[in-house]
């Protein structure tokens, strides 16, 4: 791959077992990422209210966050029956974008405060796919930092930024906490992070857990030895039992 090939697209999410959280613990994590994902990068910078209409798409900003009207949005997004009461055990979820349009975009899709524990919660943030934002953001350096943001503000159980390309190759399932990205996160309650291999580098989160980053390049499946080197790493990962189910 050269230098000025298009990267894959993107993205970094976060991922946790079964929690129980208001409406109001949900916005109060939210308002701490996104101040965080503005110092990753510019582009990040700005965040607005989801709408019907594409034209009115940066009419109403959440910058800077405010924590009522982020609880507000979260319990508009509380699961429930047609006419029903809200199914509490579910919890609660919406998406809302940068501004951005088309392949020039981000958004984050935010689901907390399910505890019934079918499904995991998460906090998945798709990146832009093509133009300047995303060669600029598709980095080592700024992935590292999105992800390091959402554990901070979410305390995941895991979390992992790559593409939807390289993950195709390392997991056959997918599901959250079975495979490793270009950058990838393990809370120290998962377990200790082995010893890895070159040009592999591992990072504490202060005392939360630990991030892996497979190399300082571009990641990409067009490269054998990125293909390798992940398997490789999976597989260090495996024996130690880190690499499971985030929700079995």
């Given at each position: 791959?050269?230098?000025?090939?298009?990267?894959e697209?993107?993205?970094?999410?976060a991922y946790?077992?079964?929690?129980?959280?208001?409406?109001?613990?949900?916005?109060?994590?939210?308002?701490?990422?996104l101040?965080l994902?503005?110092?990753?990068?510019?582009?990040?910078?700005?965040?607005?209210?989801?709408?019907?209409?594409t034209?009115?798409?940066?009419?109403?900003?959440?910058?800077?966050?405010?924590?009522?009207v982020?609880?507000?949005?979260?319990?508009?997004?509380?699961?429930?029956?047609s006419?029903?009461?809200?199914?509490?055990?579910l919890?609660?979820?919406?998406?809302?974008?940068?501004?951005?349009?088309?392949?020039?975009?981000?958004s984050?899709?935010?689901?907390?405060g399910?505890?019934?524990?079918?499904?995991?919660?998460?906090?998945l943030?798709?990146?832009?796919?093509?133009?300047?934002?995303?060669?600029r953001?598709?980095?080592?350096?700024?992935?590292?930092?999105?992800?390091?943001?959402?554990?901070?503000?979410?305390?995941p159980?895991?979390?992992?930024?790559?593409?939807?390309?390289?993950?195709?190759?390392?997991?056959?399932?997918?599901?959250?906490?079975?495979?490793v990205?270009?950058?990838?996160?393990f809370?120290?309650?998962?377990?200790?992070?082995p010893p890895?291999?070159?040009?592999?580098?591992?990072?504490?989160?202060?005392n939360?857990?630990?991030?892996?980053i497979?190399?300082?390049?571009?990641?990409?499946?067009?490269d054998?030895?990125?293909?390798?080197?992940?398997?490789?790493?999976?597989?260090?990962?495996?024996r130690?039992?880190l690499?499971?189910?985030?929700?079995?």
């Amino acid at each position: 791959m050269t230098e000025n090939a298009a990267p894959e697209p993107c993205y970094a999410g976060a991922y946790w077992g079964p929690r129980k959280e208001s409406p109001e613990d949900c916005a109060r994590r939210t308002a701490h990422l996104l101040p965080l994902l503005a110092s990753c990068d510019p582009f990040l910078a700005q965040w607005y209210k989801p709408t019907r209409s594409t034209r009115d798409r940066r009419a109403h900003p959440l910058m800077p966050p405010d924590e009522a009207v982020l609880s507000d949005l979260f319990r508009g997004g509380a699961n429930r029956e047609s006419g029903g009461p809200i199914i509490e055990e579910l919890g609660y979820s919406f998406w809302f974008g940068n501004g951005g349009s088309g392949a020039d975009s981000a958004s984050l899709q935010i689901k907390c405060g399910d505890y019934a524990g079918a499904n995991p919660n998460c906090c998945l943030m798709p990146l832009p796919r093509k133009g300047l934002n995303a060669e600029r953001i598709t980095t080592a350096p700024v992935l590292t930092s999105i992800v390091r943001s959402q554990v901070l503000a979410w305390e995941p159980d895991w979390a992992v930024a790559t593409s939807d390309d390289y993950r195709k190759r390392m997991s056959p399932t997918s599901d959250a906490g079975t495979f490793v990205g270009w950058v990838t996160y393990f809370s120290r309650h998962r377990g200790t992070v082995p010893p890895l291999p070159a040009p592999v580098r591992i990072e504490p989160v202060e005392n939360m857990g630990t991030l892996i980053i497979l190399t300082p390049e571009r990641v990409t499946t067009h490269d054998a030895g990125h293909v390798q080197l992940g398997r490789r790493v999976g597989e260090l990962l495996a024996r130690a039992g880190l690499l499971r189910p985030v929700v079995p």
